[in-house]
C-alpha cells in the first residue's frame, strides 16, 4: 500500500489459506482453509480452498495454521458425506467400519456388508 492507501502489490496466500472473501480485504488478507469445514488448499496462491475428497481426511495442523493436506483412509475405515463421525472429527478422521461391513481397501468411501453366509 502506498502513501495514499492505495494497494501497490498482490500478496500470493501460501498453501493452507485462501484469498479472503471480504470485500475490504480481499487483496490484502489470507484466511486459512478450515480442516473441521472439510477444506484444504496445497498450492500457493489458492483463491479458494477445495474440498477434502470422499475416502481422505484432513491433516490438522498443531500450530493452528490453515489446512494443506489430506490422507487416505486405511483399511477398515471409510468416509464420505454419507458415512463420518460426528462433530469435530467429520473430516479429520475416518470412520472405521460398523459391525457387519467391511472395507479392504484404502480410501474409500463406504464400507461395503459382509456377505451373507461369512462373517
Request: aromatic share 8%; net charge negative; charged share 25%.
Amino acid at each position: 500500500v502506498d502513501a495514499e492507501g492505495l494497494p501497490t502489490s498482490v500478496i500470493e496466500c501460501q498453501p493452507g489459506y485462501k484469498r479472503s472473501d471480504s470485500d475490504t480485504d480481499s487483496y490484502t488478507e489470507c484466511k486459512p482453509c478450515n480442516a473441521l469445514l472439510g477444506e484444504y488448499s496445497s498450492a500457493a496462491g489458492a483463491q479458494k480452498c477445495d474440498v477434502i475428497p470422499s475416502g481422505s481426511y484432513a491433516i490438522v495442523e498443531d500450530d493452528g495454521s490453515g489446512t494443506k493436506e489430506y490422507r487416505s483412509c486405511a483399511i477398515g475405515t471409510a468416509r464420505s458425506d454419507q458415512f463420518f463421525l460426528d462433530g469435530d472429527e467429520r473430516y479429520t478422521r475416518c470412520r472405521p467400519c460398523d459391525t457387519g461391513t467391511y472395507q479392504k481397501q484404502e480410501n474409500q468411501p463406504t464400507c461395503n456388508p459382509v456377505p451373507s453366509g461369512n462373517r
